[in-house]
C-alpha cells in the first residue's frame, strides 16, 4: 500500500485547527500525522503564505497537495482513517451531526469572536460587553435547543460535532472567566454533553493542549 505524507500546520490555540487534532486522538490516527507549528510564526507570514495563500489555520499537506479549511480536513481524515467514524451512518443522526458542527462556526462562533475581538483591544465600553454577551447568551440558547440528551452531541459516539464543539466550549469557559456571562448555565443538554464529553480522555487531553497554547499566548505559566 502507498504511504501518504501527511503534515499538519497550526496550534491549539486555534479552535479550528484543535478540532483536527482532537479527531485524530478520537481515531487513534495521531502518531500517523505530522503535526508543525506555523511556518514563518504566523499565518500572514510568507513561509506559511506559500503553503496555502488564504493564510488560514489549520492547513493541511498530504503529499504535495494542501488541504485549508478544517471541516474539509475533517472530511479527509474521516474517509483516510474511517475507523470510529465521525459521521453517523443512520441519516438523521448524520444530519443532526452536521448540523450541530453548521451552527457551531455559523451561529456560536461569530459570536465568541466578539470576545476575542474585546480582548485584543483592551479598551472597550460596558455597552459593547452587555451585548457581546446578549449576543452569545441567545446563540447558545440556539445550540441548547437542537441538543437531545444524548450520551455524547449525537447517539452514543463521537461525531463531527463533538469534535467541532469541544474546543470551541473549552473558550466558552475560557472567555466567561473573563467576562463572567454565565457560562453554560440555564442550558441543562448542553451543560450534561459538556460534563461528560468532557470527562473522556481525548477531551482532558484536548483541553490541556488548548490551556497550555493560551497560557504561553499570554505569557503565563504552562
Known amino acids: 500500500m502507498t504511504t501518504t505524507d501527511l503534515t499538519l500546520y497550526g496550534g491549539s490555540l486555534?479552535?479550528?485547527?484543535?478540532?483536527?487534532?482532537?479527531?485524530?486522538?478520537?481515531?487513534?490516527?495521531?502518531?500517523?500525522v505530522a503535526q508543525r507549528g506555523i511556518p514563518g510564526?504566523?499565518?500572514?507570514?510568507?513561509?506559511?503564505?506559500?503553503?496555502?495563500?488564504?493564510?488560514?489555520?489549520?492547513?493541511?499537506?498530504v503529499d504535495d497537495a494542501v488541504l485549508v479549511e478544517s471541516r474539509a480536513i475533517l472530511t479527509y481524515l474521516d474517509r483516510r482513517f474511517p475507523e470510529p467514524a465521525l459521521v453517523p451512518a443512520?441519516?438523521?443522526a448524520a444530519g443532526r451531526a452536521e448540523m450541530l458542527a453548521q451552527l457551531a462556526d455559523s451561529h456560536v462562533m461569530p459570536k465568541l469572536s466578539n470576545f476575542f475581538a474585546l480582548a485584543q483591544r483592551q479598551v472597550f465600553t460596558g455597552d459593547e460587553v452587555d451585548q457581546a454577551k446578549a449576543d452569545l447568551s441567545q446563540a447558545l440558547d440556539d445550540l441548547e435547543h437542537f441538543f437531545a440528551d444524548d450520551l455524547f452531541a449525537v447517539g452514543d459516539a463521537w461525531t463531527v460535532a463533538d469534535c467541532v464543539l469541544v474546543p470551541l466550549m473549552f473558550f466558552v469557559g475560557a472567555m466567561d472567566a473573563l467576562y463572567h456571562y454565565g457560562g453554560l448555565d440555564g442550558r441543562p443538554r448542553l451543560a450534561g454533553w459538556y460534563e461528560r464529553t468532557g470527562a473522556t480522555e481525548p477531551a482532558r487531553a484536548s483541553?490541556?493542549?488548548?490551556?497550555?497554547?493560551?497560557?504561553?499566548?499570554?505569557?503565563?505559566?504552562?
Open 14 to 32: 486555534s479552535p479550528y485547527y484543535e478540532r483536527v487534532a482532537l479527531a485524530l486522538d478520537v481515531k487513534g490516527a495521531t502518531e500517523q
Open 41 to 61: 510564526g504566523s499565518p500572514q507570514s510568507m513561509a506559511y503564505r506559500t503553503l496555502t495563500p488564504v493564510a488560514k489555520i489549520p492547513a493541511l499537506l
Open 90 to 92: 443512520e441519516p438523521l
Open 207 to 222: 483541553h490541556a493542549r488548548q490551556q497550555a497554547a493560551l497560557n504561553a499566548a499570554m505569557g503565563a505559566p504552562a
